[in-house]
């Protein structure tokens, strides 16, 4: 059974920064995508960043050159690095894992931006 749980929300202010982490149940490979999705009251599910191999990773646009998505396969977690972070941020952010035939979600950590 893949478990995500992840950690690591909370309110912050206006050009602040959060650090979410996922721990996953399992063992991650390089080789496995993993991913941050979120998702803001009324808006449909949509994507943040994703990791696969050692390097290679992309991001929405909204956050490019905000946000940095890292992994730790020894410790079998991923993070979401978010500075300068903007009240367009505040959203639910779920991580994901696409491996071992399924696909995998956690439960999600409530970011809030405000003054």
């Known amino acids: 059974q893949v478990q995500l749980v992840e950690s690591g929300g909370g309110l912050v202010q206006p050009g602040g920064s959060l650090r979410l982490s996922c721990v996953a149940s399992v063992t991650i490979f390089t080789n496995n995508a993993v991913a941050w999705y979120r998702q803001a009251p009324g808006k449909p599910r949509e994507f943040v960043a994703r990791i696969s191999g050692v390097t290679s990773t992309n991001y929405a646009d909204s956050v490019k050159g905000r946000f940095t998505i890292s992994r730790d396969n020894a410790k079998n977690r991923i993070y979401l690095q978010m500075n300068s972070l903007k009240p367009e941020d505040t959203a639910v952010y779920y991580c994901?894992?696409?491996?071992?035939?399924?696909?995998?979600w956690g439960q999600g950590t409530q970011v809030t931006v405000s003054s």
């Open positions: 994901n894992l696409n491996a071992f035939g399924g696909v995998y």
